[in-house]
């Protein structure tokens, strides 16, 4: 169904996913959901339904994308009624203004399934929004198509678990529809009908999930699994085991050519193509240069005349509320985009804490200069290039970064700056990350993990090498939801190789993989010995290993996000556990970890306290970001109750002593 002009009514759960942006540590903005949205239809009808008294800070956004605040009480602490009202409300729209066909749920909640199944009675098209972890299958299956909220957010699909799984997951419905189509007699078929049929099969379809800006450039990269073709400037798709029988009577008018006739479509696209999509995958409008700059000074002048005053969190608000009043339109999330460039590049420095976006902040000493500050942060555009283990053109780099394919000469600056810092290196007659030197080995924490890899046999029959490092791991991550055991041995293989490789110079081995793979490796036997063997203590080190590794200005914290939230509520749920005591009503899976954190810290058993503070310190010691992550939420949600104040103080301690 072609929605691309029709009229669209969104109604959002605020509470649903408000919550859940402060618990899995996003910084949700309702703008770039609301641009999103632009894509498919002119939104008519746009109602946000939450306790404003709660949520007042997100109030400004809303209004100035002319959402209508409506506003539910609520009866008790952590329930949600919202789902009552907004049921009512597009019932009666559904009913009242035929015109609006497509009507927008954002919400993870399956309380909906029963108002999307109506809508869809009375034939209105349905479309969910709902964050990946938190969306309940029951909701996805209703909606005749569902885009998860990370996605319409524009946010990278990172190689992790869940998204391995549903790449595979994918490519097996990809079969099915192209089996489905070849059983009518309709292959090759057209593409816009492939993803017909595959959003049929599954709502929750879309190539956006893993990278991909179009369906084409997902088909491309699944040519082991189909043969494209093209004619009349229409892609059509069919099993790569295609062949075309002598009588075969292709009579459907989009079939009216002979597959014979199409020629194959093999070619990777264009490096200015590859180059646009790593910026977008970015969320940076690369062409903007002189938004970008604006932007980057603004930020140097600020930090240079406040030092310390503020935290970068705070200087995004009060920067959006400077362009405001001048009248210069720069969305929040842009100019934490923006921020987010200088961050991943080191240019700010955050005194005796953790790097964060939540404390106060300085300009990295040595950065002298508007100019130190604007290459500095540009200079991540060309690391992720590296990173991506794409060739380097410098005329189509500084095309797309600079709007000027003549400064090639700047071009070479971003990357001697970044060879200078370590986090590139020649190799050959291409760039990549460095092979060794990055990572502390001598961490205490890390060193469960380094007795680990350095005791881990090599299986004779396996090839060394980063190529093997990399086959195993992705192994592993399909392994994971399903046998921790066995997952954690295929990574730590996976380790093994990666080290062994690292110390033979190989030019595809890199410290990064390896920190990701330890990570992974810590995760599962962290998910093996606590709830699998029910070790709790044993456990304890692999959950501090992991969040050693996992800190908020690194990498991993992206590829690993979906994982730190369950990581940390265990990490404190085994504490009551590894004493014994009943907490089968916490359910660590479900529950936030600040609510954890409150169970635990404030238990009526004076020996469970004692031993949450004494892991809270362990933790502190080896990652303070991710407690002060958890102080602000308590803080931000210290009209719940008491507990959270007194909790907040508790960590707030910690963290000082």
């Known amino acids: 169904?072609?929605?691309?002009?029709?009229?669209?009514?969104?109604?959002?759960?605020?509470?649903?996913?408000?919550?859940?942006?402060?618990?899995?540590?996003?910084?949700?903005?309702?703008?770039?959901?609301?641009?999103?949205?632009?894509?498919?239809?002119?939104?008519?009808?746009?109602?946000?339904?939450?306790?404003?008294?709660?949520?007042?800070?997100?109030r400004d956004e809303l209004m100035n994308n002319s959402i209508d605040l409506i506003q539910i009480y609520s009866v008790r602490q952590g329930k949600n009624r919202a789902d009552i009202r907004m049921a009512i409300d597009a019932l009666e729209i559904s009913m009242t203004r035929p015109h609006i066909s497509t009507y927008v749920i954002v919400s993870g909640d399956s309380d909906f399934s029963p108002l999307v199944a109506k809508l869809r009675e009375y034939g209105r098209y349905t479309l969910g929004i709902g964050p990946r972890n938190i969306t309940h299958h029951l909701l996805v299956k209703s909606c005749d198509e569902f885009v998860y909220l990370e996605t319409?957010?524009?946010?990278?699909?990172?190689?992790?678990?869940?998204?391995?799984?549903?790449?595979?997951?994918?490519?097996?419905?990809?079969?099915?529809?192209?089996?489905?189509?070849?059983?009518?007699?309709?292959?090759?078929?057209?593409?816009?009908?492939?993803?017909?049929?595959?959003?049929?099969?599954?709502?929750?379809?879309?190539?956006?999930?893993?990278?991909?800006?179009?369906?084409?450039?997902w088909l491309e990269d699944s040519r082991d699994l189909v043969k494209l073709y093209i004619k009349d400037l229409q892609l059509y798709v069919a099993p790569v085991d295609f062949s075309v029988p002598g009588d075969l009577d292709l009579a459907p008018s989009e079939m009216a050519v002979q597959p014979s006739e199409l020629p194959l479509l093999t070619a990777q696209p264009p490096i200015d193509v590859q180059y646009q999509q790593i910026f977008n995958r970015l969320k940076m409008p690369s062409g903007e240069m002189a938004v970008r700059r604006d932007v980057l000074r603004d930020i140097y002048r600020e930090l240079t005349d406040h030092a310390g005053e503020y935290s970068l969190e705070e200087m995004a608000d009060s920067l959006y509320e400077r362009y405001e009043t001048i009248g210069v339109t720069r969305s929040k999330a842009l100019l934490k985009e923006i921020i987010q460039l200088g961050f991943r590049q080191r240019a700010f420095e955050f005194g005796k804490q953790a790097?964060?976006?939540?404390?106060?902040?300085?300009?990295?000493?040595?950065?002298?200069?508007?100019?130190?500050?604007?290459?500095?942060?540009?200079?991540?555009?060309?690391?992720?290039?590296?990173?991506?283990?794409?060739?380097?053109?410098?005329?189509?780099?500084?095309?797309?970064?600079?709007?000027?394919?003549?400064?090639?000469?700047?071009?070479?600056?971003?990357?001697?700056?970044?060879?200078?810092?370590?986090?590139?290196?020649?190799?050959?007659?291409?760039?990549?990350?460095?092979?060794?030197?990055?990572?502390?080995?001598?961490?205490?924490?890390?060193?469960?993990?380094?007795?680990?890899?350095?005791?881990?046999?090599?299986?004779?029959?396996?090839?060394?090498?980063?190529?093997?490092?990399?086959?195993?791991?992705?192994?592993?991550?399909?392994?994971?939801?399903?046998?921790?055991?066995?997952?954690?041995?295929?990574?730590?293989?996976?380790?093994?190789?990666?080290?062994?490789?690292?110390?033979?110079?190989?030019?595809?081995?890199?410290?990064?993989?390896?920190?990701?793979?330890?990570?992974?490796?810590?995760?599962?036997?962290a998910g093996k010995l606590s709830q699998v063997n029910r070790d709790y203590r044993g456990a304890r080190p692999y959950y501090l290993a992991f969040f050693s590794?996992?800190?908020?200005?690194?990498?991993?914290?992206?590829?690993?996000?979906?994982?730190?939230?369950?990581?940390?509520?265990?990490?404190?749920?085994?504490?009551?556990?590894?004493?014994?005591?009943n907490v089968s009503a916490w359910n660590p899976s479900m529950s936030s970890p600040a609510q954890i954190a409150i169970n635990a810290a404030t238990h009526p058993n004076p020996e469970l306290r004692k031993l949450w503070h004494k892991i809270t310190v362990e933790l502190a010691q080896v990652n303070p970001g991710i407690l002060r992550r958890i102080y602000s939420q308590l803080i931000m949600n210290r009209a719940d109750g008491p507990d959270n104040a007194r909790v907040a103080e508790m960590i707030e301690n910690i963290l000082n002593s």
């Open 1 to 58: 169904m072609n929605i691309s002009h029709n009229q669209l009514a969104v109604f959002i759960d605020f509470e649903n996913i408000a919550l859940w942006a402060e618990q899995d540590f996003y910084d949700f903005e309702v703008t770039p959901l609301m641009t999103y949205l632009q894509t498919r239809g002119p939104a008519v009808v746009k109602r946000a339904y939450g306790d404003w008294s709660r949520f007042s800070r997100y």
């Open 152 to 217: 319409a957010l524009g946010e990278t699909a990172e190689v992790d678990e869940q998204t391995t799984l549903d790449r595979q997951l994918a490519r097996n419905l990809l079969m099915k529809a192209l089996q489905a189509h070849g059983q009518r007699g309709e292959l090759p078929v057209l593409a816009t009908r492939l993803k017909q049929t595959l959003l049929l099969m599954d709502p929750a379809f879309n190539e956006a999930n893993f990278g991909y800006s179009q369906f084409k450039n």
């Open 355 to 525: 790097a964060s976006f939540i404390v106060p902040a300085w300009i990295t000493p040595g950065i002298t200069s508007e100019a130190d500050f604007v290459c500095r942060a540009e200079a991540d555009f060309i690391y992720v290039i590296v990173r991506a283990g794409l060739e380097l053109d410098y005329p189509e780099l500084a095309c797309i970064l600079l709007n000027d394919p003549n400064q090639v000469d700047y071009i070479q600056s971003l990357l001697d700056d970044l060879k200078q810092r370590g986090l590139v290196t020649r190799k050959g007659k291409r760039y990549g990350l460095p092979s060794q030197g990055t990572i502390q080995f001598d961490e205490p924490a890390l060193q469960i993990l380094v007795q680990d890899i350095e005791q881990a046999p090599v299986p004779e029959n396996l090839s060394p090498g980063s190529e093997t490092a990399r086959a195993l791991a992705k192994k592993a991550m399909m392994q994971r939801s399903q046998d921790f055991a066995a997952s954690g041995s295929t990574y730590l293989l996976a380790c093994r190789l990666e080290w062994d490789a690292l110390e033979a110079g190989d030019v595809g081995a890199t410290v990064e993989d390896l920190r990701w793979y330890m990570a992974s490796y810590a995760s599962a036997m």
């Open 549 to 581: 590794l996992v800190q908020e200005d690194d990498p991993l914290w992206a590829q690993m996000r979906g994982l730190i939230n369950p990581m940390l509520s265990y990490y404190w749920a085994n504490a009551a556990r590894e004493m014994e005591l």
